[in-house]
Nanobody, 127 residues
């Protein structure tokens, strides 16, 4: 059974940085993609960034140039480096993973294409 544990959330002032980590357990190989999603109060969950085992990456337009996703296949861990944070980035951030399957377009960051989810970590950005 796959389990995902996020860490690194917290409170930061505007223009600050945070680095989130997502440790995956239960995998015996690295042939899966990983993603970060976020949900702000009163809003729908949205995809932020994704990465596959070949380290191909994808980003939401709202975070391009500010956020960087990476992964360590040996550690089954993904990271999200978040720079130039603004109050609009305040949300609960979730890590998710999935395996390739027909019809799964993971790079579009649709929640339905990710089958395993973490509990989330809060990120709060103040002015």
């Amino acid at each position: 059974q796959v389990q995902l544990v996020e860490s690194g959330g917290g409170s930061v002032q505007s223009t600050g940085s945070l680095r989130l980590s997502c440790a995956a357990s239960g995998y015996t190989d690295s042939d899966y993609y990983m993603g970060w999603f976020r949900q702000a109060p009163g809003k729908e969950r949205e995809g932020v960034a994704g990465i596959d085992d070949d380290r191909m990456t994808t980003y939401a337009d709202s975070v391009k140039g500010r956020f960087t996703i990476s992964r360590d296949n040996a550690k089954h861990t993904a990271y999200l480096q978040m720079n130039s944070l603004s109050p609009d980035d305040t949300a609960i951030y979730y890590c998710a993973t999935g395996r390739r399957a027909p019809g799964r377009l993971w790079w579009l960051l649709h929640s339905a294409d990710f089958e395993n989810w973490g509990q989330g970590t809060q990120v709060t950005v103040s002015t």
